[in-house]
């Protein structure tokens, strides 16, 4: 069983909707992230939490750290959002590494 | 402020052969993080570099080593290429510590043959 699991795989949504993804995770952590990588390859990094609620733009992300379990939701989906959104978590007590989710492939349609 | 930049962008190699690649970090970042990313596997951490010292590596095997300069620059260098080496591979930078944000640079794409 994966240490970071993420839902759906895979999200098809019409512009101007609510989309919401889901990420759990089975260890304790310090920090989790959310990434967004675009076709191409390059990885932005959206979020970094380790408590609470974030909001940029028309994104928001929350965690409830004793439930261990992260969301990321947008508001006003636009075709520029399709992306694979990654959640990744900083386990408690390590330096450097991230365990990262496998990804949730968002596309969105005009 | 430039962001992080790797070189090469694109490379092909062949089995048994080495390759390294380069990581140059946002002005001012002495923390450099890489990472592989695979279909199969998704991202997976390689090592963590702060001032000139490695501060944690992943489950990788020996053959995968790096290293970091004074002026923060670090390179990767992967001995013996077998093909489930290809992959792209990511750094990252940040202020001090890779529990920062960390910003990607745009990938090396590797394929081996």
């Known amino acids: 069983k994966n240490e970071v699991e993420q839902s759906p795989q895979n999200l098809t949504a019409q512009e101007g909707e609510f989309i919401t993804i889901n990420c759990s995770y089975s260890v304790g952590i310090s920090a989790l992230h959310w990434l967004q990588q675009h076709p191409g390859g390059g990885i932005v990094s959206l979020f970094m939490?380790?408590?609470g609620k974030k909001k940029h733009g028309r994104l928001i992300a929350t965690i409830n750290i004793q439930e261990k379990h992260s969301s990321l939701h947008i508001t006003a989906s636009h075709p520029r959002d399709s992306a694979v959104y990654i959640c990744a978590v900083r386990v408690n007590g390590s330096q450097g590494n991230l365990i990262f989710g496998k990804g949730t492939k968002l596309s969105v349609k005009p | 402020k430039a962001g992080v930049t790797q070189t090469p962008r694109y490379l092909i190699k062949t089995r048994g052969q080495q390759v390294t690649l380069s990581c140059s970090p946002i002005?001012?970042?002495?923390?450099v993080s890489w990472y592989q990313q695979t279909p199969g596997q998704g991202l997976q951490f390689l090592f963590e570099y702060f001032s000139e010292t490695q501060r944690n590596k992943g489950n990788f095997p020996g053959r995968f080593s790096g290293r970091q300069f004074s002026n923060s620059r670090s390179e990767m260098n992967v001995s013996t290429l077998e093909l489930g080496d290809s992959a792209l591979y990511l750094c990252?930078?940040?202020?001090?510590?890779?529990?920062?944000?960390?910003?990607f640079g745009p990938g090396t794409r590797l394929l081996v043959l």
């Open positions: 002005s001012g970042h002495r923390s």
């Open positions: 990252a930078s940040s202020w001090e510590r890779s529990q920062e944000t960390q910003y």
């Open positions: 939490l380790s408590s």
